[in-house]
């Protein structure tokens, strides 16, 4: 970690977020209290930023200066608003395909499926504020830069993104090795979202009960799953193919 990937001390963390810094998530130590730790904490919440209650040893593995119990981890990116860019998206004419992420925390995974979104002309990729990757520098160098190029969405939860993109006319689709339904044969020629899960846990039960379908790619061996970000890149590639076929724009 680079010590310009982070911001310490209380009144140092205040004035970057008035100058508009760019702010992934702040570290705060449990128990954390006074007149200026609490000018600090309405800020953050004002602003809706992210704060994770962590112990001192949390601050100290960070850096050993004079944190006074204050870490802001900077974002290389800034977060998009999915309620923003989605009118956006249509009112450009754009046949929108989004992908959203529910507790993908392994960086590599979400490097790799940034790269394939970007290249496969995705519109845009959701996160969740909490059990989530972030857009830091490693997200950013895994994905060969992609994330430079590519809208990061941060919604307070997976489970609200998925209702607001069905609520603006998306088909939300589910990928999982659980399903019954062959990828194959769901249509992508309209306005599409996929949902992807963490390898161990999967995609939350609620969010699936929300999605329109529930989709899995055909397993032969002796290994039930593919690794998140192969079967993002089988599904984003799909709706890459289905689209070209029925002669639509892809971006």
Known sequence: MQPTDYIFGIRAVIEAVNAGKEIDRVYVRKGLSGPLAQELLDLL?????????VPPEKLDKITRKNHQGVIAMLAAVPYHQLGNLVPQ????GVLPFIVVLDGITDVRNFGAIARTCECAGVDAIVIPEHGSVSVGGDAVKTSAGALLHLPVCRDRSTLAAVRYLKNSGFKVV?????ADINYTTTSYTEPTALVLGAEDIGIDPAVIEQCD???????????????????AGVLIYEVV??????????I
Do not use: C, D, H, Y
């Open 45 to 53: 919440r004002a602003n809706g930023i992210v704060i994770r209650s």
């Open 89 to 92: 998206l249509f009112e450009e």
């Open 174 to 178: 589910a990928v999982s090795e659980k």
């Open 213 to 231: 379908t529930f989709v899995s790619i055909p397993m032969f061996g002796s290994i039930s799953s593919l690794n998140v970000s192969v079967a």
């Open 241 to 250: 193919r289905q689209r070209m076929e029925a002669n639509m724009e892809v």
